[in-house]
Protein backbone atom coordinates (compact mmCIF):
# COMPACT_ATOMS: atom_id res chain seq x y z
CA UNK A 1 0.00 0.00 0.00
CA UNK A 2 1.20 3.36 -1.08
CA UNK A 3 1.86 5.62 1.81
CA UNK A 4 0.01 9.76 1.55
CA UNK A 5 2.88 12.09 1.11
CA UNK A 6 3.58 14.01 4.34
CA UNK A 7 3.65 17.83 4.92
CA UNK A 8 7.10 18.12 4.99
CA UNK A 9 7.65 16.51 1.63
CA UNK A 10 5.87 19.61 0.26
CA UNK A 11 7.79 22.30 2.81
CA UNK A 12 11.09 22.17 0.17
CA UNK A 13 12.29 23.91 -2.45
CA UNK A 14 9.60 24.23 -5.15
CA UNK A 15 12.19 23.40 -7.96
CA UNK A 16 13.17 20.06 -6.15
CA UNK A 17 9.39 19.46 -5.06
CA UNK A 18 8.06 20.08 -8.91
CA UNK A 19 9.79 16.75 -10.27
CA UNK A 20 9.56 14.63 -7.51
CA UNK A 21 5.68 14.84 -7.62
CA UNK A 22 6.34 12.85 -11.21
CA UNK A 23 5.17 9.53 -10.64
CA UNK A 24 3.17 9.91 -7.50
CA UNK A 25 -0.23 8.81 -7.48
CA UNK A 26 -3.03 11.97 -7.26
CA UNK A 27 -5.87 10.37 -5.72
CA UNK A 28 -9.29 11.56 -5.40
CA UNK A 29 -12.43 10.33 -3.19
CA UNK A 30 -16.01 11.11 -5.10
CA UNK A 31 -19.00 12.50 -3.35
CA UNK A 32 -20.15 8.80 -4.19
CA UNK A 33 -16.87 7.08 -1.91
CA UNK A 34 -15.63 5.61 -5.30
CA UNK A 35 -11.83 6.42 -5.25
CA UNK A 36 -9.85 7.41 -8.29
CA UNK A 37 -6.19 7.13 -8.73
CA UNK A 38 -3.89 8.81 -10.94
CA UNK A 39 -0.17 9.07 -11.79
CA UNK A 40 1.01 12.75 -12.36
CA UNK A 41 3.10 12.81 -15.44
CA UNK A 42 3.82 16.63 -15.70
CA UNK A 43 3.49 19.16 -13.44
CA UNK A 44 4.80 23.49 -13.80
CA UNK A 45 6.99 24.86 -10.41
CA UNK A 46 5.92 29.36 -10.33
CA UNK A 47 8.49 30.61 -7.52
CA UNK A 48 7.02 33.10 -4.71
CA UNK A 49 6.63 37.00 -5.16
CA UNK A 50 9.89 37.24 -7.39
CA UNK A 51 8.87 34.98 -10.10
CA UNK A 52 6.68 37.22 -12.79
CA UNK A 53 4.73 34.32 -13.98
CA UNK A 54 3.44 33.27 -10.20
CA UNK A 55 -0.04 34.68 -9.54
CA UNK A 56 2.32 35.77 -5.68
CA UNK A 57 3.95 38.53 -7.92
CA UNK A 58 1.23 40.45 -7.87
CA UNK A 59 1.36 39.85 -3.87
CA UNK A 60 -0.75 38.91 -0.87
CA UNK A 61 -4.76 38.68 -2.22
CA UNK A 62 -7.47 37.23 -1.33
CA UNK A 63 -7.06 34.73 -4.15
CA UNK A 64 -3.50 33.94 -3.78
CA UNK A 65 -3.68 34.27 0.66
CA UNK A 66 -3.11 30.15 0.44
CA UNK A 67 -0.02 30.68 -1.24
CA UNK A 68 1.54 32.24 1.41
CA UNK A 69 0.78 29.29 3.56
CA UNK A 70 2.82 26.43 4.38
CA UNK A 71 3.48 23.88 1.56
CA UNK A 72 1.01 20.66 0.93
CA UNK A 73 -2.01 22.91 0.55
CA UNK A 74 -4.48 23.50 -2.52
CA UNK A 75 -4.81 26.45 -4.22
CA UNK A 76 -7.26 26.37 -7.06
CA UNK A 77 -8.30 28.83 -9.16
CA UNK A 78 -10.90 29.03 -12.35
CA UNK A 79 -9.78 30.35 -16.01
CA UNK A 80 -11.98 31.23 -18.36
CA UNK A 81 -14.53 30.74 -16.45
CA UNK A 82 -14.76 27.12 -17.10
CA UNK A 83 -12.02 24.74 -15.54
CA UNK A 84 -10.13 24.63 -12.15
CA UNK A 85 -6.58 24.76 -12.04
CA UNK A 86 -5.04 22.44 -9.65
CA UNK A 87 -1.90 24.27 -7.46
CA UNK A 88 -0.23 22.73 -4.89
CA UNK A 89 1.53 25.31 -2.39
CA UNK A 90 5.35 24.62 -1.67
CA UNK A 91 7.65 25.87 0.72
CA UNK A 92 7.68 27.23 4.37
CA UNK A 93 5.39 29.73 4.94
CA UNK A 94 5.61 33.11 2.70
CA UNK A 95 7.24 31.03 0.30
CA UNK A 96 4.52 31.86 -1.76
CA UNK A 97 4.92 28.94 -4.28
CA UNK A 98 2.81 26.71 -5.69
CA UNK A 99 2.95 23.90 -8.52
CA UNK A 100 0.62 23.76 -11.58
CA UNK A 101 -0.69 20.11 -11.99
CA UNK A 102 -0.79 20.16 -15.74
CA UNK A 103 -1.20 15.84 -16.32
CA UNK A 104 -1.83 12.68 -15.06
CA UNK A 105 -2.06 9.57 -17.10
CA UNK A 106 -4.22 9.69 -19.90
CA UNK A 107 -5.45 13.47 -19.08
CA UNK A 108 -3.04 16.65 -20.93
CA UNK A 109 -4.06 19.86 -19.94
CA UNK A 110 -4.43 21.48 -16.86
CA UNK A 111 -8.41 22.35 -17.39
CA UNK A 112 -8.63 18.30 -18.43
CA UNK A 113 -7.56 17.31 -15.40
CA UNK A 114 -9.64 19.84 -13.25
CA UNK A 115 -12.82 18.59 -14.94
CA UNK A 116 -11.28 15.16 -14.73
CA UNK A 117 -10.87 14.88 -11.06
CA UNK A 118 -14.47 17.31 -10.53
CA UNK A 119 -12.99 19.88 -8.66
CA UNK A 120 -14.71 22.97 -7.49
CA UNK A 121 -13.84 26.22 -5.49
CA UNK A 122 -14.25 23.73 -2.17
CA UNK A 123 -10.88 22.49 -2.53
CA UNK A 124 -9.23 25.92 -1.77
CA UNK A 125 -6.69 25.74 1.21
CA UNK A 126 -7.57 21.79 1.60
CA UNK A 127 -4.72 20.34 3.45
CA UNK A 128 -3.47 17.24 1.44
CA UNK A 129 -2.06 15.42 4.45
CA UNK A 130 -5.35 14.98 5.78
CA UNK A 131 -8.00 15.75 3.19
CA UNK A 132 -10.17 12.54 2.53
CA UNK A 133 -11.40 13.87 -1.04
CA UNK A 134 -7.72 14.75 -2.24
CA UNK A 135 -4.35 13.67 -1.68
CA UNK A 136 -0.94 12.34 -3.36
CA UNK A 137 0.42 9.08 -2.50
CA UNK A 138 4.25 8.07 -2.75
CA UNK A 139 4.86 5.08 -5.83
CA UNK A 140 8.04 4.56 -4.71
CA UNK A 141 9.44 5.37 -8.17
CA UNK A 142 11.62 8.02 -9.38
CA UNK A 143 11.21 8.01 -13.48
CA UNK A 144 13.34 9.75 -16.27
CA UNK A 145 12.08 13.50 -16.73
CA UNK A 146 12.66 16.00 -19.11
CA UNK A 147 12.26 19.83 -18.56
CA UNK A 148 10.95 22.42 -20.60
CA UNK A 149 9.92 26.20 -20.21
CA UNK A 150 6.58 26.84 -19.28
CA UNK A 151 3.63 27.42 -21.13
CA UNK A 152 0.77 30.31 -21.68
CA UNK A 153 3.08 32.58 -19.43
CA UNK A 154 4.56 35.08 -22.69
CA UNK A 155 2.92 38.16 -19.75
CA UNK A 156 5.99 37.30 -17.67
CA UNK A 157 8.16 38.39 -20.30
CA UNK A 158 11.84 37.36 -19.94
CA UNK A 159 13.80 35.72 -17.80
CA UNK A 160 10.61 33.93 -16.53
CA UNK A 161 9.60 32.57 -20.28
CA UNK A 162 12.75 30.58 -20.80
CA UNK A 163 13.19 29.55 -17.15
CA UNK A 164 12.82 25.47 -17.38
CA UNK A 165 10.72 25.04 -14.92
CA UNK A 166 7.99 22.66 -16.78
CA UNK A 167 8.83 18.85 -15.51
CA UNK A 168 7.45 15.99 -17.58
CA UNK A 169 8.10 11.96 -17.59
CA UNK A 170 9.92 10.52 -20.09
CA UNK A 171 8.36 8.20 -22.46
Given at each position: ??QRLSSKFFQRDV??????????????????????????????????????????????????????????????????????????????????????????????????????????????????????????????????????????????????ISKPWRFLIED
Amino acid sequence: MSQRLSSKFFQRDVLKIAPDLLDKTLVRQLDDKSIQEYVITEVEAYRGTDDLACHASKGRTPRTEVMFREGGLVYIYLIYGLYWMLNIVAGKENDASAILIRGIEGISGPGRVGKALQLDKSFYGEDLFISDRIWIEDSGNKPKFSRSPRIGIDYAGEPWISKPWRFLIED
